[in-house]
């Protein structure tokens, strides 16, 4: 088993624990970071704040168009994910 470690990641509610390889866990804990700290960042931005309550109010009140009705036809698949 050498390169491979047990991690543990807790956070509030999730709790993820798996044997993953040492480039896997730094991959995932990276991408953990900067999800966090653009999360932080648009949490202080007061402009980001206001246009997010006033989406969710227009979403509330039925004040939103469909993919179809903007772009005319069907949204195209999800692309297949990197490992």
Do not use: Q, W
């Amino acid at each position: 088993m050498r390169g491979r470690e047990n991690i543990y990641l807790i956070a509030g509610d999730f709790t993820m624990a798996r044997t993953v390889g040492v480039k896997e866990a730094y991959r995932r804990l990276t991408r953990l970071y900067y999800s966090l700290m653009a999360t932080l960042e648009e949490m202080t931005d007061p402009d980001a704040r206001r246009a997010l309550r006033e989406a969710r109010a227009d979403a509330k009140a039925g004040r939103f168009h469909t993919y179809e009705e903007v772009f005319g036809h069907r949204p195209p698949r999800e692309a297949v994910r990197r490992r």
